[in-house]
């Protein structure tokens, strides 16, 4: 049994599709490694439909407004039928402006050198959900119609989280990414406040501006360029998929949505509805936002001790199916407790 000093309670949710079987692997490593968290399992999503509930169930609301930490697997949004994402209603109903999404190379061999973090603009934008049909002849859904909206405070809010984070860090550099060129004013809005927010870090990191289709080419080009992004809520959620595919797939990239009250932690990909059951899925993506989340509670030992044990393990060759391996979920669920249990000097 693992030594676990101090405990406090979070939020659960499984989610569907691949969301429980990669649910269980964590649990299992987390056990090992002696995680202070004590969960409060909750239902969002297909399974809480199913439960005859809200897709987003007062009592998940409340226990999220609670523990103020919560752990989410991937949740199935049917693209047509009127359902909103029950994650974009979650950042809403928490004001978690801010999605922190790094990438970083855990397996060299297709570029070696990436670690960039990328912070998207989690409420605004073309997420908004202002969208209508305007019916032309017989075909009601001739023209589709979408709003995007960003404001000079929520814009501030999160470029001014970008850059702490970087001095935090020690990052030098972030780099702002728009389209201002064609999108004069939704876009433009968002490079201005960069610029505004910029100017109270003078000498301590410098804001590079970069236009998001020279962006999606340089970061496939030349990857350790980049320090850290941020970026409004579509772009930012397109090139965080391009980051991970750069590092080694979304099997491997973890998120975070930050607010000041909550904050939610997740994997990027989605509920995988192609091999969702199979038993094949990779919980990297899932372990590693509980390593953002142990770094959020200030647990910064155990956060490294879980790095360094998916690194050596995936190092050693133990991978599953997507990474070209041929672990099944649990095999390498049990591969990364025998990691943590081996002793070797924790790494960031
Ligand atoms: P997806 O991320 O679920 O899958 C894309 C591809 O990556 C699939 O081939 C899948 O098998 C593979 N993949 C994803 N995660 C993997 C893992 N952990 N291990 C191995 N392979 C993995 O994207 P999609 O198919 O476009 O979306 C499916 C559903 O998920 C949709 O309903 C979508 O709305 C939802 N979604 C939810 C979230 C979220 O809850 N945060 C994020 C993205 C998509």
Same mark, same amino acid.
């Given at each position: 049994?693992?030594n676990?000093?101090?405990t @406090?309670?979070?939020?659960l ?7 429980p ?6 649990l299992?490593?987390l056990?090992a490694?002696?995680?202070p968290?004590v ?11 199913e439960?005859g ?7 998940t609301?409340e226990?999220i ?7 989410k697997g991937?949740?199935?949004?049917p693209s ?18 801010a999605n ?6 855990i397996?060299?061999g297709?570029?070696?050198n990436?670690?960039i973090?990328?912070v998207?603009e989690n409420?605004?934008?073309?997420y908004?959900g %202002?969208e209508?049909y305007?019916?032309?002849g ?12 960003n404001?000079?405070?929520?814009a501030?809010?999160?470029? %001014?989280?970008a850059?702490d984070?970087a001095v935090?860090?020690?990052?030098? %550099?972030v ?8 999108l004069?004013?939704?876009s433009?809005v ?8 910029a ?5 301590r ?7 998001v289709?020279a962006?999606?080419m340089?970061?496939?080009m ?8 941020v970026?409004t809520?579509?772009f ?6 391009l ?8 099997g ?18 989605g ?5 969702a059951?199979k038993g094949?899925a990779?919980p990297t993506a ?5 390593g @953002? @989340?142990?770094?959020?509670?200030g647990?910064?030992?155990?956060a490294n001790h879980l790095r360094a044990?998916?690194l050596?393990t ?5 991978k599953?199916?997507d ?13 990364i ?7 070797r %000097?924790?790494?960031g």
């Amino acid at each position: 049994m693992a030594n676990r000093s101090r405990t @406090m309670e979070a939020t659960l949710i499984p989610g569907d599709g691949i969301g429980p079987e990669i649910t269980e692997a964590v649990l299992q490593v987390l056990e090992a490694l002696g995680a202070p968290f004590v969960w409060d399992v909750q239902q969002a999503g297909t399974t809480a439909v199913e439960a005859g509930l809200d897709p987003l169930p007062d009592a998940t609301l409340e226990s999220i407004r609670r523990t103020g930490l919560a752990l989410k697997g991937p949740l199935t949004t049917p693209s047509s039928g009127g359902y909103r994402s029950v994650t974009v209603r979650m950042r809403e109903a928490f004001d978690l402006y801010a999605n922190v999404r790094p990438g970083k190379t855990i397996i060299p061999g297709r570029y070696d050198n990436v670690d960039i973090i990328l912070v998207r603009e989690n409420l605004e934008g073309l997420y908004v959900g %202002r969208e209508h049909y305007i019916g032309v002849g017989a075909d009601p859904h001739a023209v589709g119609v979408g709003i995007g909206i960003n404001t000079k405070e929520e814009a501030h809010r999160v470029i %001014r989280y970008a850059f702490d984070l970087a001095v935090r860090l020690g990052r030098k %550099r972030v780099t702002v990414v728009h389209k201002a060129n064609i999108l004069k004013i939704l876009s433009g809005v968002f490079l201005e406040a960069a610029q505004e927010v910029a100017r109270d870090y003078h000498g301590r990191v410098t804001l590079d501006e970069s236009i998001v289709d020279a962006c999606a080419m340089q970061l496939v080009m030349a990857p350790e360029r980049f320090d850290v992004i941020v970026t409004t809520n579509l772009f930012g959620d397109i090139l965080s998929d391009l980051i991970a595919g750069l590092v080694g797939g979304l099997g491997l990239a973890p998120g975070a949505n930050i607010g000041d009250k909550a904050a939610i932690f997740e994997a990027v990909h989605g509920s995988a509805p192609d091999i969702a059951g199979k038993g094949v899925a990779n919980p990297t993506a899932l372990l590693m936002a509980v390593g @953002m @989340m142990l770094d959020h509670v200030g647990e910064t030992a155990k956060a490294n001790h879980l790095r360094a044990a998916i690194l050596a393990t995936l190092q050693a060759g133990e991978k599953t199916r997507d990474l070209g391996g041929s672990l099944r979920t649990p095999e390498f669920a049990q591969a990364i407790i025998r990691s943590l249990q081996k002793p070797r %000097r924790c790494q960031g």
